[in-house]
């Protein structure tokens, strides 16, 4: 069952894309069957209405130790590099967690309106970008300073604020706003 679990994992690219899975896609998989592909639907499911109908229980960013341990678990694991974004409501509760990117070992491209489009969809004041270097250092790249200024810039324009761009890498991170990129000024 521990491999079965793994495999489907990684094969979806984490439980992100396990939970946007078909039933077609899981029940197609040898060793899951109707059964236990619907009883993986169910469960989703369930944790999505959970989350609907109790929000002051989602997790409340305080620091980028709070955003290395919601996502971090899963991004060290991953072998390409992934870019999400976590939208915020105004007490900086996670409103969302959306995939924006999937690159390759080293790169991710980033368009900055596909960026922040979970936060105009879903009229949220704050985002922390995250994303993983899957080769364990989580030392900024000039790639990851470049997009992060993008980013800022276009979230000023729509009165979004970036708290931080967090680098995910082996078993810990990197705060950008902790080398001195700061929040956009309001």
Known sequence: MLSLSSGLLSRHGGIGGLARASYGELAGVKGMGDAKACQLLAAFELGRRLVSLHPEDRAVIRS??????LLGPEMVALDQEHLRVLSLNTKNRVRGVHPVYVGNVNTSIVRVSELLRPAVRENCPSIIVVHNHPSGDPTPRAEDV???RKVRGGAEMLDIEVLNHVVIGGNGFVSMKGL???A???
Not at 64 to 69: A, G, K, M, R
């Open 64 to 69: 980028p130790q709070d955003v290395f341990n």
């Open 184 to 186: 956009v000024p309001r």
């Open 146 to 148: 470049l997009i992060t």
């Open 180 to 182: 001195g990129f700061k």
